[in-house]
């Protein structure tokens, strides 16, 4: 089995003026999952300022065509002109492609938290034959059974898929591994 390894997740920048930025860029939540900030679910890929003073945030899409993205670079300009930045830029970058990979810890504990099951496995397997997903058993959020069946492939939005719980009974959104 070929291993392909995806770009590592971001990380807070260690310049003092570039981290300030990555902190208010991570004051925006993602408007699907209100729980998550941009850094958690992965977004949110870089921060910097640049030598003449403007705040330069970078962010990726997450599944492709994603609505919320316009919200979000709005959200994050918004943010750094109320944190005193006169001049804000930011990009959108499609490559490298997002992958839930980049979903923090801390993020999949908070999803999990919200009623929907955080992505298990890696995107990253099998790359020659295209995107290949690896499965792995989906965990209930309500009650931890591994006992879940997919009911549709497509949950409230695309990223989802709708799962119901053997034990419990209990339908819920499982974050797709993308
Ligand atoms: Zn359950």
Redesign the pocket.
């Known amino acids: 089995m070929q291993q392909h390894t995806s770009p590592p997740a971001a990380t807070r920048p260690e310049d003092r003026a570039a981290a300030r930025v990555w902190d208010v860029a991570r004051t925006v939540k993602d408007p699907e999952i209100p729980v998550l900030d941009i850094a958690e679910i992965g977004i949110l890929r870089d921060a910097l300022v640049a030598e003449d003073g403007t705040a330069q945030v970078i962010i990726t899409p997450t599944y492709s065509g994603c609505p919320a993205m316009d919200a979000i670079r709005a959200d994050v300009e918004h943010a750094l002109r109320e944190a005193g930045y006169e001049r804000v830029e930011v990009t959108l970058t499609l490559t490298p492609a997002w992958t839930t990979d980049w979903m923090t810890q801390e993020g999949r504990r908070k999803l999990e938290e919200y009623g929907i099951a955080p992505p298990t496995g890696s995107s990253a397997m099998g790359m020659r034959r295209g995107p290949k997903r690896l499965a792995l058993a989906v965990r ?1 959020p ?4 591994i006992e ?1 069946n997919e009911l549709s492939r497509f949950g409230s939005t695309s990223c989802k898929a709708l799962y119901r ?1 053997a ?4 339908p ?1 959104d499982y974050f797709k591994v993308h």
């Open positions: 209930c309500r009650c931890g059974s879940t719980c034990s419990c009974r209990e819920f």
